[in-house]
């Protein structure tokens, strides 16, 4: 398979293109490094200024979507004890989190001493979510760029769950542990308007409805509820201009307790529903799920080009396959 020869896209990409060297559109027409620097640092100057604003303000400053995975505990670990935020750690419990990642949250919990709240929704509902995701035509194509449908179900649960929950609480921060190559920098910080937070409210809930109508309503605010919010929370993916190092990042979890799971795919440390997702991914769309996250961090400098491949073409455990489709009821 043809890939560009910079980044790791395929030809099998959407919209892909290469000139004649071989680098494909999405290489040349990204920002110079001293651009993306620029932003990056007006980025943390802004992230900066926003922590003083909301430093007293409730019980909690901000909400963290902590799936226990490397990211999302560094960021965790960044925002509790380099920025002092009070964190309030939430997780969404899919009914498929590596039981090393379960362990890793309860050790890195108590070490940090954050107040964590796991919700774990009925299995029956999930499956039936994560099935209808399997179909090709759930999620728009510009959605499966960057994940699998069945990520993408997943993760629209998590986001309503954590908005519900801070406005529920009153948390002015949602925190989320995007990599640099998961996050575009125009939305490393935004702050939600009513009218944005219902777009993507009813453009999350509308294909779960058709498989479970009114059954996921308790996951997403009302509407009323956010259209009537004078203080939306502010959403944060501090990675994406903050210092991305992944010897780094190991080194500091590592240190809180944290281990590395041996049950999962090499692009996730905590799900082991998302090789099953990728394989179903790769065989629709005929590229990995990551490919768009990995290229993205092979151009920023994060990743070497050869250690993207790899992890591109590293077998998946057919034995948590396996246990996946067994629990989905997918021969």
């Known amino acids: 398979m043809r890939r560009c020869v910079r980044c790791v896209l395929p030809e099998t990409f959407p919209g892909i293109r290469f000139d004649g060297e071989g680098v494909c559109n999405y290489c040349l027409r990204a920002l110079a490094p001293e651009q993306r620097e620029a932003r990056r640092t007006r980025l943390r100057e802004r992230f900066q200024e926003l922590v003083e604003k909301v430093r007293g303000r409730g019980d909690y400053e901000c909400l963290m979507s902590w799936s226990g995975g490397k990211d999302s505990t560094y960021t965790l670990a960044l925002l509790k004890e380099d920025f002092g935020l009070r964190i309030l750690a939430f997780t969404f419990d899919n009914g498929f989190v590596s039981p090393r990642a379960c362990q890793n949250m309860r050790r890195v919990g108590e070490a940090l001493v954050v107040d964590h709240i796991i919700f774990k929704l009925r299995f029956d509902l999930l499956r039936r979510i994560f099935r209808a995701s399997m179909s090709p035509d759930f999620y728009p194509l510009k959605a499966r760029e960057r994940a699998s449908n069945i990520c993408t179900s997943c993760m629209s649960l998590a986001k309503g769950m954590a908005l519900q929950l801070a406005l529920d609480r009153g948390i002015p921060l949602i925190a989320y542990g995007w990599s640099p190559g998961q996050v575009p920098l125009p939305s490393a910080i935004f702050r ?64 809180l307790g944290w281990e590395m799971p041996v049950d999962t795919d090499p692009n996730s440390t905590n ?61």
């Open 192 to 255: 939600l308007t009513s009218p944005m937070a219902r777009s993507m409210i009813q453009a999350a809930t509308a294909p779960l409805r058709e498989v479970a109508g009114n059954e996921i309503a308790p996951y997403f605010p009302e509407e009323e509820e956010v259209m009537g919010s004078k203080r939306l929370p502010c959403n944060v993916s501090p990675l994406a201009f903050l210092i991305y190092d992944e010897g780094r990042i190991y080194e500091r979890i590592k240190a």
């Open 271 to 331: 799900c082991l529903l998302n090789a099953f997702a990728n394989e179903v991914h790769r065989t629709q769309m005929g590229y990995h799920p990551y490919v768009l996250e990995l290229a993205q961090l092979v151009r920023q400098g994060h990743l070497s080009r050869g250690e993207a491949l790899r992890r591109l073409s590293q077998p998946t455990d057919e034995g948590v396959i396996k246990r996946v489709k067994a629990e989905l009821g997918v021969t």
